[in-house]
């Protein structure tokens, strides 16, 4: 309950253009419902279920003992930015020295520093949606104009690069991509990649490459827009350590891009958080250079589950459902059950005991479809698909 005031609330107006992650909100309701004695199967989270791989938990302990508690620099610690520099150079095949990368506490913060720093009141974004629904919220934040490029199911979720092309005008100033994608799971091919640097051509237009899935592609090697000649120094390059390494509470992310642009989201670093936590930047270290089995038993996990899953939901009155390309997401089609996205969500956390989101929780192209997040155990999927299969026979 809020507390009664005589003050009213006298909120900036830019709070209003705000979005969020409607994840978070599912969440809750359901803790609520499990508090009410009733049980859920968590769906709608987009984390690994996994532990962080034991010697990461080491390192960071090892270096809370050794005193890394206290402030670092802004953009990182020196040694972390060097083995994220080599990392990307190897992964990328393009040359990173380390003043192109800033560690910040998580993926989240590169999508707000870049669009906070690049992006003025009318300035174009172009993002996919369905998409993360904070590149929306940023965008509209900042006074942007939000303009979408639809995904769609019949291109295994892959953005129609003719269409993006259309959507280019003299105002844009920023493509966000996201590969593998979520909420689909689709994924942008090298052709695909190579034909959005051929429309940029040499336009003044920045890329934003959201590549925190890049490690749990199923098939085939992942591809970045940096590695295309000609794009590094207008690619901001977004990676991770929450969902590669199960470390999505440790918050630590980080940012490759042009030195001059990287001092200026370090300006941001140092305005909002100072830095990110010493111990978790060591424990990153360890992520990178240590044994990267962990890495691939998670990605092997989440495909397995991702085909038992799809095949079950595509056996359920009113779902179809492709195979994700990568991430740990699946996406059905629902528009056979009659319902509307929010509403078949809502019902089936309420009335079946399965949380999932909406697919409009990530853009108004995600009518039609719900997003399950399949870091949960094979059992608890299967239980969710019995559940969910109970509901739809009794219900529609
Ligand atoms: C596409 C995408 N980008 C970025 C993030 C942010 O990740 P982090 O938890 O590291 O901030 C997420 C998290 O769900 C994501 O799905």
């Known amino acids: 309950m809020e507390k009664a005031t005589q003050y009213e609330l006298q909120l900036a107006r830019r709070m209003s253009r705000l979005g969020t992650e409607t994840a978070f909100e599912v969440l809750n309701r359901a803790r609520a419902l499990e508090r009410q004695g009733k049980s859920v199967i968590h769906l709608e989270i ?3 279920d996994f532990d962080t791989p034991s010697n990461v938990v080491e390192a960071g302990i090892d270096a809370l003992r050794k005193g890394w508690t206290h402030y670092g620099p802004s953009a990182g610690l020196p040694d972390l930015r060097q083995a994220l520099a080599e990392y990307v150079s ?16 998580g993926g989240k913060p590169i999508i707000f520093f870049t669009i906070l720093s690049l992006i003025d009141e009318g300035d174009e974004v172009i993002y996919p949606n369905p998409g993360f629904p904070i590149y929306e919220s940023m965008i509209n934040y900042v006074g942007g104009k939000a303009v979408p490029i639809p995904l769609r199911e019949e291109r295994d979720f892959a953005m129609d690069v ?14 966000i991509l996201n590969s593998p994608q979520n909420p689909t799971g689709g994924v942008l091919q090298r052709g695909d990649i190579e034909q959005v640097a051929k429309a940029i051509g040499d336009r003044n237009i920045l890329v934003l490459s959201d590549e925190i899935y890049s490690r749990l592609q199923f098939a085939g090697q992942p591809f970045s827009i940096m590695s295309v000649p ?15 390494y199960a470390m999505t509470g440790w918050r630590i992310g980080y940012g490759v891009m042009r030195a001059d ?3 200026h989201i370090t300006r941001l670093m140092t305005n909002s958080n100072s830095c990110t936590a010493s111990f978790t930047q060591m424990a990153g270290i360890e992520a990178l250079r240590g044994d990267q089995s962990a890495v691939d038993r998670m990605c092997a996990a989440f495909q397995q589950r991702s085909e038992a899953f799809v095949t079950g939901l595509n056996g359920i009155r009113g779902f179809s459902c492709r195979m994700p390309k990568g991430a740990f997401y699946v996406f059905p089609n629902i528009t056979g059950t009659g319902r509307k996205s929010k509403a078949l969500a809502d019902a089936l956390l309420e009335e079946a005991g ?33 559940r969910i299969d109970r509901w739809t026979k009794q219900n529609l």
């Open 46 to 48: 987009g984390e690994p």
């Open 90 to 105: 190897r992964t990328r095949g393009v040359k990173v020295t380390s003043d192109e990368v800033v560690v910040v506490p």
């Open 162 to 175: 003719d269409e993006m092309a259309s959507l280019i005008t003299d105002r844009t100033k920023l493509i």
């Open 230 to 244: 000609g794009m590094q120094d207008r690619t901001v390059l977004l990676d991770g350590f929450s969902k590669t």
């Open 261 to 263: 642009l990287a001092a």
């Open 354 to 386: 399965v949380a999932a989101l909406s697919g409009t929780a990530f853009g108004q192209f995600g009518e039609g479809y719900l997003r399950f997040s399949v870091a949960n155990s094979i059992e608890k999927l299967h239980q969710a698909l019995e």
